[in-house]
């Protein structure tokens, strides 16, 4: 069967940055989809995406479609005839359903049967519905129309190439006339551009100055990026997302360096970074130590006899950019951060919860009740706290939003507060995201949890719950964050006590009753994700979770003990034990004593359990007031072959009631020493 290479190209008005990588993979995969299903076979797919324009290249694509057949089983014989022969329902619904009178359906088999023979049709006349139905699902949230057409897209067309070998495809898409002629770059090749052949599409472009390649122009960008930042003694901050939005702002791309005034370095870097990168889409320039550069690397589009000249346009634009981030610096600092809190007295945190600087409060108190839990100073983290929503109302962050935290950081250094409680302004809101860094001080490690607990109580407190997908809060992400600081910075905190500090200090706002439970629930609900990410069985975390410990530096402590007890030989044997001894223990009446009274014992396997199990206790009582869980687990291990035989050679449920309690009373000891640490019974 012959094979010849298939290109498609949509030229447009400039594609919105930011969606060309995901217009592109959905064109080819439903170019893909739609060949498929053709059953078109084919070597190889690409395809290529510029600022104007989305192609796909198929190579070596079957010229015809392969002849195919279908076999559809009907019902069988004897429900498709009755005892005189004459056709049922059931034999007529199934002809009809094929489209075919009974005559032309085999009766032979067990089974009727329809086979039938379709003749596949040339490749070029199945791919102008293929493109079609590719375009038209593309993810285009809202389309539009142009001129007076009622074709609809994301951006106004402008041509089209469908070449299969050496012939144009005779279709119409989108208002354009299928051809082989393209459109080279803006300015330097304004005219068309024959394709020669789909092989050559991406030659033929680039002669006319576009590399219709996406990875090679975001190769070239980084590269010359690079070399330029080191040609500067620098490093350039070039953002993933960045790099690929501005990939997809160009067609011939060309990495210039450009120069600000260094009077602008006085303004916090990452407000100058933020507005260079989000407005203008340049790349900052670090030097050794981290500090900004007073210069930038912005890509233009264009391959200038005088480049000097647009370089001194770059620089005049960003120019005001920087001007205006000094002026709100130097507004907000004639002030002392402290005095912006008045500010936030009319700014609404939750209308039922108050204003953002009754948070503020909130937060200060809990951050001092935290604080000296986990190893900080009281008086930080409550001076910390009461500052820590100052910046929200800051003419700086009230431009640059991404700044709230940073700047706070910097008016505070300036107003002289201590290092720890500038960097706690901008810690709170640490981790940022999953994986995010986490607060550096023990002060900003007290406000970040206060200020996350003060929204988990306070959301919960009037029923707003997350539901689904819907988060509006960020309560998972608040939920986590408790978690990853608490475990990941070693720091010892019983949530219970927490959290009911931080339900008492809405007083009346929230319902109570319930409250501390159902958060806390929330709370240790999210370390379920957190261990099944990392590989742990969810019965160790169940295991763990029956016990309800309040820390969750305990927990974590607790479920990598019990990981590590379950690689022992008698980890299942055990589990089985406590599994049995859970079961009995439930059915047992009445209370079960308290002591074991060897006077009730009549087997020696009593006397050996009891033995081991009193020296078992005597070992791990240290080791569990030191949170050795691991050593615990292991030494309980050796309570395998004691058990074992007492299973063996005793009956629990004895007449003798006395005898029968006493029983209980040892089982329940085994099971206590087990609970020290987890509820193994659950890994059975």
Known sequence: MSAQDFLVELGTEELPPKALNTLADAFLAGIDKGLQAAGLSYEAKQVYAAPRRLAVLITALA????DRSINLDGPPRQAAFDADGNPTQAALGFAKKCGVDLSEIDQSGPKLRYSQSIKGKPTASLLPTIVEDSLNDLPIPKRMRWAARKEEFVRPTQWLVMLLGDQVIDCTILAQKAGRDSRGHRFHHPESV?????????????????????????????????EL?????????????????????????????CSFEERFLEVPQEALITTMQDNQKYFCLLDAEGKLLPRFITVANIESKDPQQIIAGNEKVVRPRLTDAEFFFKQDKKQPLESFNERLQNVVFQEKLGSVYDKAERVSKLAAYIAPRIGGDAQR????????????????????????GVAGYYYALNDGEPQDVALA???????????????????????????????????????????????????????????????EKQLDLDLNDAVAFAVNAFGSKVKAPGLADAVLEFIFDRLRARYEDEGVDVATYLSVRALKPGSALDFDQRVQAVQAFRKLPEAAALAAVNKRVSNLLGKAEGNIAATVEAKYFDNANEFSLYSAIQQADQAVQPMAAARQYSETLARLAALR????????????NAEDANVRANRYALLARLRGLFLGVADISLLG
Do not use: H
């Open 425 to 487: 302004l901008n810690e709170q809101y640490m981790p940022r995201g999953a994986g995010a860094e986490l607060p550096s001080t023990l002060t900003g490690a007290a406000v970040a949890i206060a200020d996350k607990l003060d929204t988990l109580v306070g959301i919960f407190g009037i029923g707003m719950l997350p539901t689904g997908s819907k988060d509006p809060y960020a309560l998972r992400r608040a939920a986590l964050g408790v978690l990853r600081i608490l475990i």
């Open 641 to 652: 072959e004691p058990v074992d035989a007492f299973f063996e050679a005793v009956m629990v």
């Open 381 to 404: 983290a409550a001076r910390a706290g009461l500052l820590s929503k100052c910046d929200l109302s800051t003419e700086m962050v009230g431009e640059f939003p991404e700044m709230q």
């Open 229 to 257: 930042a080191t040609r500067q003694e620098g490093t350039a901050i070039v953002p993933q997302d960045l790099l690929d939005e501005v990939t997809a702002l160009v067609e011939w791309p060309v990495p210039l360096v």
């Open 63 to 66: 010229t015809q479609q392969p």
């Open 194 to 226: 024959r394709i020669t052949s789909p092989a050559n599409y991406l030659a033929d472009l680039r002669a006319a100055y576009v590399l219709a390649d996406a990875n090679e122009r975001r190769e070239l960008i980084s590269k010359r990026t690079e």
